[in-house]
């Protein structure tokens, strides 16, 4: 009996930040069939993710549909001793904070530090969503001086299609690095 034959290899992609910043709002949206939406829905009231969850999806980049994972990790320093777990084999992370919230402003260049930088991942495998879910569009956001290098999207709840724009133009980097580097280690064998 033979094996059905393997699809293309997955990306797991790492979705961090602060407590409260709407990582999960985010996960939610891109992973779900939203593509017909230009808004996506903010929970009536918030809840914690405890740990971590993994959502899981399909995106199509460049050729066939990709298995994604998101793994959607809770922002307290409660959870602080499951993200190497979480880190473990990431190919690219997506860090969420709220502008508005001077606390997220600060706290994303230490979540950049720690997801990013401590993982030998370059910025092109991280994308940043200043996800301000009721912002007024006049009003720039404030963003950490860690991340201004980044690509920082700012995004509210009317954002949808901008945020899977972004998301898949980000996989297809990730994708891109990971080919480059799996062609100079097949041609150092």
């Known amino acids: 009996m033979s094996a059905a034959p393997k699809g293309p290899p ?3 992609i790492s979705v961090v930040g602060p407590s409260g910043s709407g990582k999960s709002t985010i996960a939610n949206y891109l992973a779900s069939e939203s593509e017909g939406s230009s808004a996506f829905k903010v929970a009536p009231t918030y809840t914690q993710t405890v740990g971590c969850r993994i959502l899981e999806c399909e995106r ?3 050729g066939p549909l990709m298995p994604i994972e998101l793994w959607d990790t809770g922002g307290s320093t409660d959870y602080e001793s499951c993200w190497p777990a979480v880190m473990k084999d990431t190919d690219g992370v997506v860090l969420v904070y709220n ?3 001077e606390g997220h402003v600060s706290e994303s260049g230490a979540w950049y530090d720690f997801f990013v930088k401590n993982n030998s991942l370059s910025d092109d495998q991280c994308i940043v969503f200043a996800f301000a879910p009721n912002a007024q569009p006049e009003i720039r956001p404030r963003t950490s001086p860690k991340l201004q290098h980044l690509n920082v999207v700012n995004i509210t709840i009317e954002d949808g299609q901008t ?3 972004q998301f898949d133009r980000f996989l297809r980097q ?3 690095k990971l080919d480059t580097k799996a062609k100079k280690t097949a041609e150092f064998k």
């Open 60 to 62: 199509t980049i460049d």
């Open 163 to 165: 945020l899977l724009h």
């Open 10 to 12: 997955g990306l797991k």
């Open 174 to 176: 990730v994708k891109k």
């Open 99 to 101: 502008p508005e919230n």
